[in-house]
């Protein structure tokens, strides 16, 4: 109890406990794999199968859908913090976390956090694969830092409403659902064909819902085209979900590990 | 004397089922204490509220000098919790375990090392210490999951049915660490549904039944309480159990045997058997009573 041996704050209780989520990460690579492998296998679908038939030729419309399976890609990755989080709670780990003097939190913080990073290199072998097969983006390096930000705060935002969903559900498997939800809701978004060729009644939501404006303007700055209102919409939605997130998962947290 | 754990009057309830009704616990520093009840009785619900982790509805508990709900901050930095299952990271390595929980613990990594190191020889987990803990035995990762509660020299552990789940050569791993430990002057505080282990370990048992405290003392004081011997008798069939269970009321059935209170004098003994003299009895045992006989004795009469 000799206070030499410390080292004060919250953040190095983060910091430990995101080095634990990223070896598991790291560790459970079949997981991770799959994570980069889908939408991969979601993009050659799109351009060597539907890509002839949407009567657009081959590089025209993968510059269309890149973007949408960026945003699928992370979006699919950054839902499984909700597996990992439940894991956590209903293995105990939480509740030994708990009877230290560690902010409880913080093992959501590094559950969070580790997803981004996941994210950023599973988006990254997507956007190199993309690349490969002819992909051509013209952005400057401003605009690669702000589709990088962009990305960034939409895992984080994805990933901290994902904690709360995998605190709020009883079950691992439950808490996997989540990740099906978020690989259907781009295909009704601008992500994949135009939401003007849909129905009247999905047409209304795929341009208006949070995802669309997160594509457009991902798109925009991957091809240096103005970006719009649709980068700030972006920010407000996905940081908007984020602070949801944030607080929904911190109040379960206090409710369930509470007791 | 100075208690290191002092529970008065604790209360608590999930939904308006009463769960805890009302406990009186004391443990002294350096003794280990067992918590003995059955399943439901209330001994997580009070480890989790003797560790910070649930908040009482009433009454007044003191770990290590401080209240757990004014100062939990102080109580966690004295306690340890060993939770009822294994809370150990799989996908981790037992060394990277260790380490986690002592930069948790807020050492430097350096020291953290340095106490892993040390935990991992003095629990002889060297071998497997660079091993991913999905491969270790349940032995091995209950001794981990007991280790990473030393990381900090913790005034006080709470083992939440450390064995449950165990085979016997494990158990009696776990046992002999526990044994160790209080050798060491750690306080124990300890839950079991296990009779053997409570008597084999404890230097006070607290008996908790319906949420609770039946009774509490050594083992022996318990045994003291249900009286002097117990007559076994046991009988070739259910139809004499049944006959001989009619001419001895109050006495225990279990399986094929009877067993019944006597004051362990040769009179004593003589009228049991005088009074089931026309039931055919296979053999007769007399022995001190058990914890079992005791625990059988006070949940009934609580119930």
């Not at chain 1, 990992?84 to 105990?92: E, P, R, Y």
Request: charged share 15%; glycine share 10%; aromatic share 6%.
């Amino acid at each position: 109890m000799t206070a030499y041996t410390r080292t004060p704050g919250p953040l190095v209780d983060v910091g430990v406990l995101l080095g634990r989520s990223l070896r598991h990460s790291v560790r459970s690579i079949d997981a991770t794999i799959s994570a980069i492998v889908l939408p991969l296998l979601i993009l050659m679908v799109f351009v060597f199968i539907f890509g002839g038939a949407l009567e657009a030729g081959t590089p025209e419309y993968l510059t269309y859908v890149v973007p949408g399976v960026v945003v699928l890609c992370a979006a699919f990755g950054s839902s499984s913090t909700a597996v990992s989080v439940n894991q956590d709670m209903t293995a105990g780990v939480i509740d030994r976390l708990r009877s230290l003097p560690v902010v409880g939190t913080a093992v959501l913080a590094g559950h969070v956090v580790a997803s981004v990073v996941r994210n950023v290199v599973s988006t990254a072998v997507v956007v190199g694969v993309a690349v490969a097969l002819g992909f051509r983006p013209t952005a400057s390096v401003g605009g690669w830092l702000a589709v990088l930000g962009l990305l960034a705060l939409f895992m984080a935002g994805v990933s901290a409403l994902s904690a709360a969903f995998g605190l709020l559900v009883s079950s691992a498997e439950a808490a996997g659902a989540l990740s099906f939800v978020l690989l259907f809701l781009p295909y009704v978004s601008s992500g994949f064909v135009p939401p003007e060729t849909m129905p009247a009644v999905l047409h209304g939501f795929a341009a208006h819902q949070p995802l669309t404006p997160l594509i457009e303007a991902v798109r925009a700055l991957l091809l240096g085209l103005p970006v719009g209102s649709s980068g700030w919409l972006a920010v407000a939605w996905w940081g908007g979900f984020g602070l949801l997130g944030v607080l929904g998962a911190g109040f379960l947290f206090r409710r369930r590990a509470g007791g | 004397m100075a208690y290191t754990i002092e529970v008065e009057g604790l209360t608590r309830s999930f939904g308006g089922t009463s769960v805890l009704g009302g406990i009186d616990l004391r443990v002294a520093g350096g003794t280990v204490a067992a918590l003995l009840g059955p399943n439901g009785a209330g001994k997580t619900t009070t480890v989790k509220i003797l560790s910070t982790l649930l908040r009482p509805d009433a009454g007044r508990v003191r770990v290590a000098g401080y209240d757990v709900v004014a100062s939990p901050k102080e109580v966690r930095r004295r306690i340890s919790l060993t939770g009822q299952h294994a809370t150990v990271d799989e996908v981790l390595t037992g060394r990277e375990n260790l380490v986690m929980m002592g930069r948790l613990r807020h050492l430097i990594t350096a020291v953290a090392r340095d106490r892993a190191q040390r935990l991992l020889e003095r629990f002889d987990l060297v071998e497997a210490a660079d091993r991913r803990v999905s491969t270790y035995s349940g032995g091995m990762a209950r001794r981990l999951d007991i280790a990473l509660g030393l990381v900090d020299d913790p005034l006080v552990l709470f083992l939440d049915e450390p064995t449950t789940g165990l085979d016997p050569r494990s158990r009696r791993d776990v046992w002999d660490t526990v044994a160790e430990l209080a050798a060491s002057g750690v306080t124990v505080l300890l839950t079991t549904q296990y009779l053997e282990e409570a008597d084999r370990l404890a230097d006070s048992i607290s008996v908790l039944a319906d949420g609770r405290i039946a009774a509490s003392g050594t083992a022996d004081s318990l045994k003291a309480l249900v009286g002097g011997e117990t007559v076994e008798l046991v009988l070739p069939d259910a139809a004499a159990l049944a006959a001989a269970s009619a001419l001895l009321p109050g006495a225990r059935e279990e399986d094929l045997s009877l067993h019944v209170l006597t004051d362990g004098t040769a009179t004593g003994v003589r009228e049991v058997l005088e009074v089931v003299a026309g039931v055919p009895v296979l053999r007769v045992a007399v022995h001190r009573p058990t914890l079992d006989d005791v625990f059988l004795q006070l949940t009934e009469v609580s119930a």
